[in-house]
């Protein structure tokens, strides 16, 4: 989605982004740390989605996914100015994206916001749409990051989705077969058209190679 590939470019061009990555360089904190301090938010929110029996809880999940989201872009700011941006760094952080990922809509399904069907089929389409992202870069293309849904769409989405389950826990419509919370809306989304974006990447790649 346009909405991703604009994220990307307001981190990486921020005086904001910029300030805050020399603050950790003065530091002495790494892009590596960073990227494992942004994967420790995202389980931390996918804990506390399962354990989430009160308003409170889930407004902190709110606030790690935010976090993990943030951290995630700085890292590769980080990188950039300190001169360290390394094939290491770009492929820890991947996995830890993966992994995180998989904690969040994991604390979503096991929370109880949505079946399990639903969070299988939208682990699938988010690991698959990160895959050919990655696997075009393997067969000697750029890495394709095009697509309906990037992973800060994604995040947002979690993020929209959870403070509108804090203004309102109620299915969505009250009754019927497709009747979700915010968050199980979000993860139904999430396993339509993260497969769709999956199935775009791919035929990109495919046409180019």
């Known amino acids: 989605m346009a909405l991703d590939s604009l994220l990307r470019a307001f981190v990486d061009n921020s005086r904001f982004a910029r300030t805050i990555a020399r603050f ?3 530091m002495g904190i790494s892009p590596n740390f960073l990227s494992l301090l942004s994967f420790f938010f995202a389980a ?3 804990l506390f989605f399962f354990l989430s029996g009160n308003n409170l809880i889930l407004l902190l999940a709110g606030v790690f996914v935010c976090l993990n989201g943030f951290l995630d872009g700085l890292d590769g700011v980080l990188a950039r100015e300190i001169g360290n941006a390394s094939k290491k760094g770009d492929f820890l952080d ?3 994206d993966r992994y995180s990922d ?3 809509i994991g604390g979503i399904v096991f929370g109880g916001y949505a079946g399990w069907e639903i969070g299988v089929i939208a682990i699938i389409g988010v690991l698959l749409s990160s895959y050919m992202g990655t696997q075009a870069q393997a067969v000697g293309l750029n890495r394709v990051y095009g697509g309906l849904l990037g992973r800060a769409d994604r995040l947002l989405i979690v993020i929209a989705a959870t403070f509108l389950t804090l ?3 109620y299915p969505v419509p009250a009754s019927g077969m497709l009747s979700f919370s ?4 979000a993860l139904l989304i999430f396993a339509l058209l993260c497969n769709v974006t999956a199935l775009q990447r791919f035929f990109y790649a495919w046409r180019r190679i």
């Open 94 to 96: 991947h996995v830890l």
């Open 102 to 104: 998989m904690f969040i």
């Open 44 to 46: 931390l929110a996918g």
């Open 182 to 185: 915010f968050l199980g809306w």
């Open 167 to 169: 203004l309102y826990p």
């Open 24 to 26: 950790f360089a003065a």
